[in-house]
């Protein structure tokens, strides 16, 4: 079974308005996740590693204050896109690191569009 | 920088015949290379993963991978191809050069396409 679960796993919101996307780690305490972005037919593009207790390290070009995202938990970190445009329509992806290692979970990722 | 490319958009095999999904990939350091698996609309299923020992490393789902460091390649390999193998497959590096990171760099991804 999944170990890393997203919600919603599909979302529509209305331009201008606020989502969040929430990824939880199952069975197992993440201290660090991961955010990805995926168009339609492209590669997965990271956005930020999210840090529990601390701020998100964000990629270059992505925007801090547009994807805000807060790890509030060892099993849970959020993203949530600000004043949402068409263009942010996306599959977001997250991930986990589990344990001392290299085995990375990713969760079932979550639609956007934005309307 | 970190990077992987994979140079084959799509892949078509025949059930039952061998496939190879083709990685090249450029890093400064060790090498920490990883293939994943994607099903339409759903995450990614860690097959297998390079870090350090045998060239050949043997992953889920029979799916191995053959690290060629003086090719810098990691192409992912199965035997005997299923129709239910066909999906989108990612070959990913490690994006800080350490074998203990989720931060993945990952390639533009192949399309493989098993038919009956």
């Known amino acids: 079974g999944a170990v890393v679960s997203q919600h919603p796993s599909w979302v529509i919101c209305k331009s201008g308005t606020s989502v969040k996307i929430e990824c939880r780690s199952l069975d197992f305490q993440a201290t660090t996740m991961f955010w990805y972005r995926q168009f339609p037919k492209q590669s997965l593009m990271l956005m930020a590693t999210?840090?529990?207790?601390?701020?998100?390290?964000?990629e270059q070009g992505v925007e801090k204050d547009k994807f805000l995202i807060n790890h509030a938990s060892l099993t849970l970190s959020t993203l949530t896109v600000t004043s949402a445009h068409p263009e942010d329509s996306s599959f977001y992806i997250c991930?986990?690191?589990?344990?001392?290692?290299?085995?990375?979970?990713f969760g079932e990722g979550s639609w956007l569009t934005v309307v | 920088a970190q990077s992987v490319a994979q140079p084959e958009d799509q892949v078509n095999v025949a059930e039952g015949n061998p496939l190879t999904v083709k990685c090249t990939y450029s890093v400064s350091g060790n090498p920490y290379l990883f293939w994943y698996v994607q099903y339409p609309n759903r995450g990614l299923q860690f097959l297998l993963k390079?870090?350090?020992?045998?060239?050949l490393v043997k992953g889920s789902y029979g799916f191995e991978a053959e690290f060629n460091k003086s090719q810098t390649s990691f192409h992912l390999k199965k035997p005997s191809a299923l129709v239910s193998d066909s999906a989108l497959y990612f070959c990913?590096?490690?994006?800080?050069?350490?074998?203990?990171?989720?931060?993945?760099?990952f390639g533009q991804g192949t399309t493989l396409q098993v038919k009956p």
């Open positions: 999210s840090n529990e207790g601390s701020k998100a390290t964000y």
């Open positions: 390079y870090i350090t020992g045998d060239n």
């Open positions: 991930s986990a690191r589990r344990g001392v290692g290299n085995t990375i979970y």
């Open positions: 990913a590096v490690s994006g800080d050069g350490s074998g203990n990171t989720g931060k993945l760099i």
